[in-house]
């Protein structure tokens, strides 16, 4: 090995010297002045080198900065400094100081290497050219970040045994707080109290967060909020209900007193972004039931997960067809299945002057393909249809066939349970022997003993999985019925048809109800079948009859009709539209007439208007009967008030049209209009109503 003295050459002097400065935390920075000092002291030993004191460079902006982390502006500089060949010496007080991580460490001495930088440490001068020289770097790097997982193992196992225990202090959620002796209890502060159990209330009332976080605003109500870190750290702070608190709440099983750590695993990625991620059930590293007071009990905890999956999967479309019931008058919201592909169908409602109206929407493929959909179907006839039905079933008789069936599920579900605790003991002796069979293999023969630690390992997750279960079907709510409940149920058959059919039911109750009696129903549109799966594996074929379209629904009926078209012969539509609303008639939709109503019915049903009907029977216009009788249109108007012609209205705006006169008048300079004979013979027809 070189001495220091040939290491060092004219060509390193003439170039800086950096030394990089850098504690790991905030906390060492301003308690540990001694290692601040003795970093900075070796620029000193950069001087006695031969390096003048203005070409030592220090780089010290990574200051409470992990030699872990790879985004260091400090060390990025440093790098580029040395791979641009202005480096003759890289100053650290050890390896440590520079790089925690094989990565960072061994790239730099790869550039060193190149660019013919050496190295300094408090032990001495190294240059990565040299072998031996770098053979040693290369275990100093690889003992100190050996060094930071050993420090880092440490500390988290001392986590983990305190956290397996119970005990270990952690952040707590908004409305558990930790009393003098360390111990977790509620916020005494009643209105916190209060807010978290409204919130749990409303969700279990409506089954949906979004519904829970729509009642606190409407309300007005505000929810508590404590800062885990910031200037208001700690305090307590009201704010309005987000979706995204609503959530963490309701996920969160400290509420339900349950102790739980590893809940999340956090990772950092290429860019310095660090990456939180949320992980399953069972992957959490302790989970302790009833370890502290809580707002909930599991089971219901354990209710709430269930409803937010099933929210999360309707909402993804994943397949779960049983989104929270909502406000809509659809009945079969989330129960509905297409008869011709088997997806879940949309609701989508109409809004008409009576309220809105239902439909059933298969489009998830045609909008996938930019096709037509499967089906669009109109849903009140489909909903009065499986009203009936549900009506129809709570009878007595059906009811205790019902118990009947419930009482054979009771029975299937404990013998399930005895399976699944068979299948519990079985895994357990199956780990147990795999754990033998590796504690009894040599520890030289690595080969063997890492296929029998990978079935160890094996069966060990078997037997979580198959303890999950067991305590997973457990936990649902038990089949059996006592009977108390047997004579409440049983009396359903006389309230469940007035509750049902009581106008001040909400939507929302009456699609509970559905959803308690109902699995799903399959609508298919050609054949007007609905295939109705029960609760329990019955079955029901139903045809319904769809509702007459609008066109039908306010139709004027013919009786209306054929009177208009008898009245139009010798009234007007403004005096048609009068004589109708004297008898008692209305249009379809239960207006009363006008002219512009009686003109659009003519108009829809192909009547002749009372102009066409005049011009029919032959009459004419004035300036038509002027040139027949040679006369000024003035004189024709003179001679019909006067009484020599005859003329007939064929409109609300007093528009005339004129017999032809048989004989036509004549002209009589002289004689007055008042002492001529009058045209008073009777019109073609028979009748002189309307003639003016």
């Known amino acids: 090995m070189s001495t220091t003295s040939q290491k060092v050459t004219a060509s390193h002097l003439s170039r800086t010297a950096y ?151 952690i952040p707590l959620p908004v409305g558990l707080v930790y009393d003098p002796l360390g111990d977790v209890v509620l916020d005494p502060d009643a209105q916190v109290q209060h807010s978290l159990r409204l919130l749990f209330d409303t969700f279990t009332r409506t089954g949906s967060a979004n519904a829970t976080v729509r009642h606190f605003n409407q309300e007005g109500l505000l929810f508590p909020h404590r800062p885990q870190s910031g200037p208001r750290k700690g305090e307590l702070l009201w704010k309005p209900l987000r979706f995204a608190r609503a959530i963490r709440t309701l996920h969160n099983p400290r509420y339900a007193g349950a102790f739980v750590y590893g809940r999340t695993r956090t990772r950092r990625r290429p ?164 754990r033998q069979r590796f504690m009894q293999i040599h520890p030289d023969n690595r080969i063997v003993a890492d296929v029998l630690e990978a079935e160890w390992n094996a069966k060990l997750r078997a037997l979580n999985e198959a303890q999950d279960e067991l305590e997973r079907s457990r936990a649902e709510p038990g089949q059996g019925l006592d009977d108390g409940q047997r004579e409440r149920i049983l009396a359903l058959s006389g309230d469940f048809p007035r509750l049902w059919n009581d106008p001040a039911t909400p939507h929302r109750e009456r699609k509970r109800m559905a959803r308690l009696l109902i699995e799903d129903v399959t609508v298919t549109k050609a054949t007007r079948s609905l295939g109705v799966r029960l609760r329990g594996g019955a079955t029901r074929q139903l045809t319904w009859v769809p509702d007459p379209h609008s066109s039908e629904r306010y139709r004027t009926s013919d009786e209306v009709v054929a009177e208009i078209d008898g009245l139009l012969d010798e009234y007007t539509d403004g005096e048609v539209a009068g004589i109708l609303n004297q008898r008692g008639h209305r249009s379809g939709h239960g207006l009363a007439f006008t002219a512009k109503l009686v003109g659009v019915v003519r108009e829809r049903y192909g009547l002749k208007s009372r102009y066409r009907r005049l011009r029919d029977r032959g009459l004419l216009r004035s300036g038509e009967i002027a040139e027949r009788l040679g006369v000024a249109d003035t004189t024709v108007h003179k001679w019909r008030k006067a009484g020599l012609l005859r003329g007939h209205a064929y409109c609300d705006a007093g528009h005339i049209l004129f017999e032809i006169p048989d004989p036509p008048p004549e002209k009589r300079p002289g004689q007055p209009l008042t002492r001529r004979q009058t045209a008073s013979r009777p019109c073609h027809d028979g009748h002189r109503r309307g003639a003016v």
């Open 19 to 169: 030394l990089y400065v850098r504690q790991s935390s905030l906390h060492q920075v301003m308690e540990h002045d001694e290692g601040r000092r003795r970093q900075y002291a070796l620029k000193e030993r950069a001087v006695a080198l031969g390096w003048p004191r203005d070409s030592v460079d220090v780089i010290d902006c990574d200051q409470g900065r992990s030699g872990a982390d790879s985004d260091r502006e400090g060390f990025k500089r440093l790098v580029g400094e040395v791979s641009m060949g202005r480096a003759g010496l890289v100053l650290g007080l050890e390896v440590s100081r520079l790089a925690r991580n094989s990565t960072d460490w061994h790239r730099l001495l790869e550039i060193c290497a190149l660019s013919e930088t050496l190295i300094l440490d408090e032990d001495g001068v190294y240059d990565p050219l040299d072998f031996n020289d770098r053979l040693l770097l290369g275990l100093k790097g690889a003992m100190s970040e050996a060094e930071l997982h050993m420090m880092r193992a440490r500390l988290r196992g001392g986590t983990l045994s305190a956290a397996r225990r119970g005990e270990l202090k």
């Open 271 to 434: 860019g310095g972004v660090v990456e939180t991620r949320n992980l399953p059930r069972e992957e959490w590293m302790v989970l302790l039931r009833d370890a502290h007071p809580g707002y909930i009990t599991w089971e219901r905890f354990e209710r709430n997960e269930r409803q937010l999956r099933d929210n999360d999967n309707a909402r993804a479309g994943r397949g779960a067809r049983r989104p929270p019931p909502r406000e809509g008058p659809a009945l079969l919201q989330g129960l509905a299945v297409c008869g011709v592909c088997g997806r879940t169908m949309a609701v989508r409602y109409h809004k008409q002057k009576e309220g809105l109206h239902p439909y059933y929407l298969c489009s998830k493929e045609g909008s996938q393909t930019a096709s037509r959909w499967c089906q669009s179907i109109p849903g009140a006839a489909i909903d009065r249809k499986i009203g009936e039905l549900l009506v129809g079933l709570m009878t007595p008789l059906a009811l205790d066939v019902a118990l009947q069936v419930q009482d054979e599920l009771a029975a299937r579900a404990d013998e399930a349970d005895q399976w699944r605790a068979q299948q519990v003991q079985r895994a357990r002796e199956e780990a147990d022997m795999a």
